[in-house]
């Protein structure tokens, strides 16, 4: 079935450098991406979303990229911060509100 | 505006007893999904519904579970007969279901232990 997926289990980062985290997505019908954040004990919570009419959307100190043509999305966060440390999923809708969610990359922040 | 909320936040059941999982969306919101995840993996989707309707309950398992929305009071995600593999973190999300935004909001969720 159309599944989404991410290419690396665990990311450590320096704090201050930037992070990035690939997702890969085989539903070429998704229109609208989503990354999260959850932190452990806690529900995931939205960072930034993506249509599939757009290439890049910034906001605060995070960008989302994404490359229709092979399918693959990216979340850039800026001068990491320990604060960032969680597990960051992305997730995908191809029709209707049900979301698919990716495995997930845990990211962590070294001092 | 306070988010959406899940009780009870941990909860314990023998093999065999039900558990009964509750969610209050966002103000404002109609729409709720349940999502469930196991350790280290991401959330899947489960069911979703709207006031009285469940819309897609795709992702729920074929008995024991389910789940209602009902015009008054939260939404409930019901397991009955529980088994070990029943234990995961299990999440709901709302959204306003406003044309053209998909955003869902999280709730802490629910952990269910079986024992």
């Known amino acids: 079935g159309e599944s989404v997926g991410l290419h690396l289990p665990t990311l450590s980062v320096q704090e201050g450098d930037n992070s990035i985290i690939n997702c890969a997505y085989s539903?070429?019908?998704?229109?609208?991406f989503i990354w999260y954040k959850q932190e452990s004990g806690k529900g995931p919570q939205f960072i930034i979303d993506?249509?599939?009419?757009?290439d890049k959307r910034q906001g605060q100190r995070v960008t989302v990229l994404l490359n229709k043509t092979v399918k693959h999305l990216s979340l850039q966060i800026a001068a990491t911060q320990p604060g960032d440390s969680a597990v960051y999923f992305c997730a995908e809708t191809g029709g209707g509100n049900k979301l698919t969610f990716g495995t997930g990359t845990q990211l962590k922040v070294e001092l | 505006n306070a988010g959406v909320m899940q009780n009870p936040r941990h909860l314990v059941r023998r093999r065999g007893q039900e558990a009964r999982l509750r969610c209050s969306p966002m103000k404002g919101h109609s729409h709720v999904y349940w999502y469930r995840q196991l350790p280290e993996e991401g959330l899947k989707f489960m069911v979703y519904l709207q006031k009285e309707n469940i819309i897609d309950e795709s992702g729920m398992p074929k008995e024991r579970f389910s789940a209602e929305f009902p015009k008054e009071g939260p939404s409930i995600l019901r397991i009955q007969q529980v088994v070990r593999g029943d234990s995961a973190a299990y999440f709901c999300?709302?959204?306003?279901?406003?044309?053209?935004?998909?955003?869902?909001?999280f709730g802490p969720g629910t952990r269910l232990t079986v024992t």
């Open positions: 539903n070429s019908a998704s229109d609208y």
């Open positions: 993506i249509r599939s009419n757009m």
């Open positions: 999300a709302s959204s306003p279901r406003t044309s053209g935004q998909y955003e869902q909001y």
